[in-house]
């Protein structure tokens, strides 16, 4: 019987590199040697992994890095997950998109792209290389070849100064772009509470969407270790190179499970309970605000946020069929 509020796990948070070619202020990936070191994931491994997953109940797999476009394999993992009927996410920081499109096509079901500044030279200080004028040729090239695309906007306090900006941008570009706060996992300085307030604004702005339930959850300290509302391993795993399940999450990874073919063993298993057991309870899950692990638990429950979760969602539903 499986332990938690959801009886199946509903997502996938598949890093297929850890490699990337930004050097973004807000990451340490790209400082840490000893992911660096980790060889990528193998198509062979991935393709074994997704049988798994479905057979597992999830419907939603995230390929994610690093930047997973670096990953040579990565059309045909895209295809073997879609074929399986997953909904399949790509999450980039786009620069590369445009070169790969074509061994993309029908392949995903949405990107997800990053974007924190309008301005060129602001985005080379902040994401470590020049390459904004890119990143929007990426866009526009995904736009016209009728590819689903949303931008993310992750805000700290040195950019929330750009927020109208990318507003506009949405509205001039008919693109959804979701706003999001920089949250803290190495040290680094998470947005500011107020500034939680000023993402708030544009809630109803065309183009903008948030969750309302995270922002609060955010402006709110995040997951208390006492009452914790994380769901990682539960509503959420992450595989990871080489061919891992990394407990409890990628950001504070204690310990990793070699999967060698058995992922779904390991998951029926008595002792996936024993892997999770410390989940939202151990020193550095106090305050901790990293959204993917936390979302259904406004759903699975009478949680508070329910009707702003729901609102959300509404929200998301206009924008998804808002003109693109
Ligand atoms: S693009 Fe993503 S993985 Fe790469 S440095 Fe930036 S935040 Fe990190
Ligand atoms: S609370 Fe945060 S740090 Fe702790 S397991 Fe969950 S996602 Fe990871």
Redesign the pocket.
Known sequence: MYMGISKTPYFCNYFVTYR?????Q?????RNQKLLNKPDVKLSDVKKNLDDLSMMGVTVVDFV???PLLHKDLPEMLSYAKNLGFFVKLS??GLLYESRAHELKGNVTRIYA?LDTTNADEYSVI??TDAYDQLVSSIKCAKSMNQDICLISTFTDNTIKNIEQIASFAKEFKINIIFHPCFSYFGNAPLSREHINTIKKYFWHPYIRMSLTDLDFFYNGGNDIHKPSCLAGKSTIDIGPPNDILIPCLHNCTNTIKINGHLSSLFFSNEWAKYYRDVGRMEFCNHCSIDCYFGLSYWDKLHHGFLKANLSYLKTVIETIRPH
Do not use: A, M, V
């Not at 990337?20 to 973004?24: A, L, P």
């Open positions: 990337c070619n930004s050097k973004c807000f990451c340490n990936f790209w890095g690093g930047e980039t920081n990053s994401r470590g």
